[in-house]
């Protein structure tokens, strides 16, 4: 694709390198660190092979106002969507994808879960916002289409139920707006300084639970594993996490080798990533990305006969939790997938929305049929682990 810059009138310029970003686009991401240059060069750096990412600026004269991130996603390009379910529903979904939706157009980050895909100035309105979001998305389209990409399904994605957010409705009347798995966020008590007051705040229940999986992971070590180390164990680290992607109900990506590298290169100390190892051999992993006063969990990966083993993906859980406990973080996002296991360990669900739009005026017509078919679907039960006060 052309390296250039393209603007209009209404004062939205897109850029294809975090190069090229203005000296003061971090200003507006200060308080997202998903959406500073460091994080964002990673989006290009490592990006999986099937996406490209986009980063738009708003302005208002030379004063920017606004920034975002865009993804478009080609899923013609992967070889699967997800092994774990088989089923004939998951085959009209497969074809479905590859042959009337393989090319997506994504406002926000498809690699994370919650509101990280743009930030404004505090002196604009939420109706404001929407609306240069929306002129954005259409931008993207546009210059997608002069490039020979067709955009069949464009997407805009992870709202909170917020009042700040029903304002986006008046802007994307002509998408369907869907609800999809809620992220699961632990928000952590001011007054726990280690984990003995977390497990001291469980019900018998569920601390049994915990000196369980503890009993049954004590004979796997863990560490923090530094840069080198990362480069060395790569690799292997790219095998445990494919393990557990490919197993998801439904993929758009896959992250590639280098990504964890990368990531600890570009964000040092603010990345942390964790080996498991039985009889130092590595056997699993976890990453944590700190977000300003909140700890975000990222990709994982490990054995899975080991996992059921030593219920390694729980202790994974319970050593995050200690560590945001540790670190003072106030909240540690576990994002969505395993609903039920980060729902028994404390996490709760904060629901989440987004509008989806197809190209075909009979389909999108016919979107909500097509996407309520189309959604995995996912059971599972809240948990309560903790005493009443």
């Not at 310029?13 to 964002?40: C, G, V």
């Not at 469980?202 to 004979?219: H, I, P, S, T, V």
């Amino acid at each position: 694709m052309p390296k250039k810059n393209l603007s209009t009138s209404t004062g939205i310029k897109i850029y294809r390198h975090t190069s090229e970003l203005p000296d003061n686009w971090n200003d507006l991401a200060i308080n997202n660190i998903f959406l500073t240059q460091s994080y964002l060069e990673i989006t290009k750096k490592s990006a999986p092979s099937n996406m490209c990412c986009f980063f738009m600026g708003f302005y208002q004269g030379d004063k920017l106002i606004g920034i975002a991130i865009a993804q478009y996603i080609d899923l013609y390009k992967l070889s699967s969507f997800g092994e774990r379910d088989q089923c004939i529903k998951t085959s009209i979904r497969n074809f479905v994808f590859r042959n009337l939706a393989s090319n997506v157009l994504i406002l926000g980050n498809n690699m994370l879960t919650g509101e990280n895909g743009w930030a404004f100035d505090r002196s604009m309105a939420p109706d404001q916002q929407f609306d240069l979001l929306n002129q954005g998305m259409k931008m993207l389209v546009q210059t997608l289409k002069t490039e020979g990409i067709g955009i069949h399904i464009q997407l805009a994605k992870d709202f909170y139920f917020t009042e700040f957010n029903q304002e986006s409705a008046n802007h994307f009347k002509s998408f369907y707006q869907f609800y999809i798995q809620p992220n699961m966020v632990f928000t952590i008590p001011e007054h726990w300084n280690t984990e003995a007051d977390y497990v001291n705040a469980l019900q018998k229940k569920y601390r049994d639970q915990w000196k369980r999986a503890r009993k049954k992971g004590e004979n796997i070590s863990k560490r923090p594993l530094e840069l080198a180390e990362i480069k060395e164990l790569e690799q292997t680290l790219h095998e445990l996490y494919f393990i557990v992607a490919k197993n998801a109900p439904f993929n758009t990506f896959f992250l590639n080798a280098n990504h964890f590298y990368d990531l600890k290169e570009n964000l040092g100390e603010a990345f942390c990533l964790y080996g498991y190892f039985e009889n130092e051999k590595l056997v699993g992993f976890s990453t944590l990305i700190k977000n300003r006063e909140d700890n975000d969990t990222y990709f994982l990966g490990y054995n899975e006969e080991i996992q059921k083993r030593t219920m390694l993906y729980l202790n994974m859980l319970y050593d995050m939790l200690a560590f945001s406990i540790k670190n003072k973080a106030k909240k540690l996002v576990l994002a969505r997938t395993a609903l039920e296991i980060k729902s028994s360990v404390g996490a709760k669900a904060i629901p989440m929305f987004g509008y989806i739009k197809h190209r075909n005026p009979i389909l999108n017509f016919f979107m909500k049929s097509i996407f309520t078919y189309m959604q995995p679907e996912i059971k599972w039960h809240v948990r309560h682990p903790f005493k009443e006060n």
